[in-house]
């Protein structure tokens, strides 16, 4: 896999051009200075101050001698000096910036406060004073830029380390008594050694650039040495009237500075730590199926149905399907939970029903219907209008879709104000009304402030209040409960319901907790690997599963009854993989009922007393006895 | 036999008007063989006693104590009183090293001492059976494995210290329903077969109620009720354990309207309330019944002791008669 993805790399036209970069510097390098050392050393006093010509493509110096083949053999010493001074910074960096994970906690702080000061210093200005220092010369030059280079390699690596240091892992470490010098080597170093390579090549880079403004300077490599700062420097002063022997050593520099900068750039996309920048092209939220076309016939809303999903697949790109012919009907005013485990498709089914798919995502669906609207047939404007009146969406973590700037009221009103056109006036008044009605005390007060200073509980009563502003439909609920305590869980909860009863809006309830369906929800659906398994009223389906991953899945979870001297019913495996399903059920590799059909035939959902579920051999003596109830 | 007790153990963070009591004058004792269940919603401090024990928080003030002696945050401890005391994580994505085999990891955890590289290999492998994981995986990485998985490693490099306490800090609060199941089953499989002292963290109550033997209960920083964990639970004494057993989710189906059996949230432990610190909460204070100023004025842990399950309360035998409707 990583092989492939350097290859893959290889072939963006960034990745090419540094390949070739780097391979060119490579090549003047190493064969540079064998090959042109003579032209580039020999005097040759018939030839002096020439222009460019076809012996010499970029004139000759002073003394004679070819400018491009100085140029080429001052490669390897001009890059050489670099890499040598990057060397210094890094290995200094690194062991100043390591030394806080072996020292105690106040020689630690010590160092760190150092490092900070030393990095505030002007990198340039300290690199001429040293390189004075020094002695000025080549080397007092290396010294100088790789002394230069150590601040801001220490302070990197400290925070890197300080980061690492904190883990989990480390704690464990420490727990286990391993020694400070056995964390540093066998924990932190591997856990940042990636950023500080792709640093490194980067600082390599602008080291180049800085030496060559040393030499330029009369501060780095003294004749009769030369790099292309020294070249730079020659050539300038007849920039008037051969300005390309100036040029052509500035130009080998800027090339080999890009050049190194690419190659940083280049490992930095395939290790990871860059986000691509490029933006995607833009894909259509939902594709239309080929078959979806009889919406038009069916225009009339029935008028007690708020959601009509048949066979609805998302697809991501490589093959992967997590959700796999879903089909889902919500009645006006109904609560409707979905339970399954990680992976089981049930919150992009849920953002599939509000139009909120990552943009890679494909979907089709042999009927996707919102209050009668086929919504692939809508437009993004009337999908924007229709949705977000009419369908509201309450994520897990309320912190991360409320906007930390903005007051908690201005983001309640400018529902109001987008989809209502409400004044800003009304809006205002309307979303204090909306927090008072989820129950935030002084919520007028509440409106002014900020998400930050509102705990867990009430910025999901905030999410909720936003929903309530437009009268909705139909109320999506993704894990809305999870991140809070159970104390403040029930409040929420009881709010849900409550939002039922007044407004008579259904709520798709999607949660990992049997438990929460079972107190909200009148119908659960169960899914696992991106399918409905079983589904029915939360009463008979809890109680008497007729799939045996419900059975499961139920008798798994410890609630205040189950006996403490019996363990706990357990799944073995683990789910399939959503871009290689078997053949047949898809829980069969798992479920202790399976039997030889189970592999060969997937299983659809069948009617049974009660329930409906997509096994052959359900859980159904147990359930004989149940007269055949309602089935939706 | 080996007893863990924490005596009087406060924990503070910061300084000024940063300064945060984490944890307030805990009192709690486990012995071997024996789990004690430790229960309490966002900043009850139930993980600040995890890092105390473990010392990787040192201790304010007060003492915790193995076998009777003190021991002292992680600088101060041996390497032997390190290994006696081995804790489990919470977030096995977290607390495995990414760029060490799991072998490695166990290895890295054994007792110290003179063992062949094959004997190193025998006794991981020896682990890593006993958490039900095959020993030939020993040389892969943790992001070949899945949670539960990870979780078992996890164990196993803390079982490989040979420890005398283990503390299990929300152990399955970050996997799958049926992966919980599993990995409750081997922990209690484990501990019955090799008879640790185990503090057992959780804010699930069902959780702690099917591991536990003892069980206490935190609210901000503080124990406010503990007792048999069978006893606490079928009779709870304090109105904010009352509240959490009320609070627990079951398959039962319910009526409409949901019972709320306590209104608002955890408070800023930044800002403490005076008094009970449950007060402002409470479904039998002065919120509901005014006349109860002394909520309000005293501390309800000075006479904890002489009260049942030692429950921080001063009206524990009021709150017992008047437990909320719907559990």
């Known amino acids: 896999m990583q092989r492939s993805s350097w290859l893959r790399a290889l072939r963006t036209p960034t990745g090419a051009a540094t390949a070739l970069g780097m391979l060119l510097l490579l090549v003047l390098a190493v064969v540079g200075p064998p090959l042109m050392r003579d032209a580039a050393t020999t005097f040759n006093t018939s030839a002096i101050r020439q222009g460019p010509s076809g012996a010499h493509w970029l004139g000759t110096d002073a003394l004679g001698r070819d400018v491009l083949a100085r140029i080429v053999v001052a490669t390897r010493l001009s890059i050489g000096l670099a890499l040598v001074s990057t060397l210094i910074g890094v290995v200094g960096g690194v062991l100043l910036g390591a030394l806080p994970v072996v020292l105690g906690r106040r020689a630690g702080r010590a160092v760190r406060a150092f490092v900070d000061v030393a990095v505030a210093f002007p990198g340039l200005l300290v690199a001429l004073s040293l390189a004075v220092v020094f002695g000025v010369g080549a080397r007092g030059a290396v010294l100088a830029l790789g002394l230069t280079a150590v601040p801001s390699f220490a302070r990197l690596t400290a925070n890197l380390a300080a980061g690492v240091a904190e883990a989990d892992y480390v704690s464990a470490a420490r727990l286990a008594g391993a020694s400070r010098g056995r964390i540093l080597v066998r924990h932190v170093l591997p856990n940042i050694g990636e950023p500080l390579v792709i640093n490194a090549t980067i600082g390599a880079g602008s080291a180049l650039l800085a030496f060559a403004g040393l030499s330029f300077l009369g501060l780095g490599v003294q004749p009769p040495g030369y790099d292309w700062g020294r070249l730079l420097n020659e050539g300038l002063n007849r920039i008037y009237d051969a300005p390309v022997a100036a040029l052509g050593p500035g130009v080998a520099v800027v090339l080999a500075g890009v050049a190194f900068s690419l190659f940083g750039e280049t490992v930095a996309q395939v290790v990871g730590l860059r986000t691509d920048s490029r933006v995607k092209g833009a894909v259509p939220r939902l594709a239309l199926a080929g078959e979806a076309q009889d919406g038009a016939v069916r225009a009339a809303p029935r008028d007690d149905l708020v959601l009509d999903v048949e066979d609805l697949t998302v697809a991501f790109p490589g093959g992967s399907t997590p959700v796999a012919g879903v089909s889902l009907r919500i009645h006006r005013g109904e609560m409707v939970g979905v339970v399954g485990e990680s992976g089981s498709g049930k919150s992009l089914t849920a953002l599939a029903v509000a139009g909120l798919l990552p943009p890679q995502a494909t979907m089709s669906a042999r009927r996707a219907e919102f209050l009668g609207h086929d919504v692939r047939a809508l437009d993004d404007r009337e999908r924007r209008s229709l949705l977000g009146t009419s369908l509201a969406m309450v994520f897990q973590d309320p912190m991360s879709s409320l906007n930390p700037a903005l007051r908690v009221g201005r983001q309640v009103a400018e529902v109001a104000e987008v989809h209502l056109g409400a004044s800003r006036a009304t809006a205002a008044g309307d979303a204090v009304a909306k927090l008072a009605e989820v129950r935030i005390a002084a919520p007028a007060l509440r409106a002014q402030q900020h998400p930050h200073q509102f705990s867990g509980g009430m910025r999901q009563r905030v999410m909720i209040a936003m929903g309530l502003v437009a009268q909705p439909r139909l109320l999506v609920a993704d894990e809305p409960t999870t991140a809070l305590d159970v104390t403040v869980q029930r409040q929420v909860l009881a709010l849900l319901r409550r939002v039922r009863d007044e407004h008579g809006a259904a709520v798709l309830l999607i949660s990992h907790d049997v438990g929460v369906i079972a107190e909200l929800c009148e119908r659960v659906v169960v899914m696992y690997a991106g399918r409905v398994v079983e589904e029915g009223p939360v009463a008979d389906v809890l109680a008497r599963p007729a799939h045996p991953y419900t059975r499961a899945l139920v008798e798994s979870v410890p609630d205040m009854t189950t006996p403490r001297t019996r363990p706990l019913v357990t799944i073995t495996g683990r789910p399939p993989d959503p871009s290689a399903r078997p053949d047949g059920c898809p829980f069969a590799p798992r479920c202790p009922r399976a039997q030889a059909r189970c592999t060969q035939e997937d299983p659809p959902l069948m009617a049974m007393p009660g329930t409906r579920a997509a096994c052959w051999f359900p859980h159904l003596d147990e359930r004989a006895a149940l007269a055949a109830g309602p089935v939706a | ?327």
């Open chain 2, 1 to 327: 036999m080996t007893t863990l007790e924490l005596e009087q153990v406060t924990v503070e963070f910061g300084r000024g008007a940063r300064r945060l009591v984490a944890v307030r004058a805990v009192d709690l004792a486990v012995g071997s063989g024996t789990v004690l269940g430790l229960v309490g919603e966002s900043a009850s401090g139930k993980s600040t006693v995890a890092k105390a024990v473990t010392g990787l928080v040192p201790v304010t003030s007060g003492r915790v104590l193995l076998d009777g002696q003190p021991l002292g945050d992680l600088r101060r401890r041996s390497r032997a009183q390190r290994r006696r005391v081995q804790m489990v994580f919470q977030d096995p994505y977290a607390s495995l090293d990414p760029r060490m085999s799991i072998g490695d990891s166990v290895a890295e955890a054994l007792p110290q001492g003179r063992r062949s590289r094959s004997a190193a290999r025998g006794e991981v492998a020896e682990l890593l059976g006993l958490v039900g994981l095959d020993a030939d995986r020993a040389q892969q990485l943790p992001g070949n494995l899945s949670g539960g998985q990870r979780q078992r490693v996890a164990l196993a490099r803390a079982l490989a210290a040979r420890p005398d306490v283990l503390v299990a800090d929300e152990v399955t609060s970050a996997l799958d329903v049926s992966v919980q199941g599993a990995i409750l089953n081997l922990l209690r499989e484990l501990q019955e077969r090799l008879g640790f002292a185990t503090l057992f963290i959780s804010h699930n109550l069902a959780v702690v109620r099917y591991v536990s033997d003892e069980l206490a209960v935190m609210y901000l920083g503080r124990v406010v009720e503990q007792g048999r964990c069978e006893d606490v639970l079928s009779a709870p004494s304090h109105p904010y354990t009352q509240a959490l057993v009320a609070a627990v989710p079951t398959t039962q189906p319910r009526s409409s309207p949901l019972p709320v059996p306590v209104e608002g949230d955890v408070p800023d432990p930044h800002d403490q309330p005076p008094g009970c610190a449950f007060h402002p909460r409470c479904q039998v204070g002065p919120r509901a019944l005014p006349e109860r100023t002394v909520c309000v004025t005293t501390d309800p842990q000075v006479q904890a002791a002489s009260r049942r399950h030692a429950a921080a309360c001063h009206f524990a035998a009021v709150a017992q008669e008047a437990a909320p409707a719907g559990r």
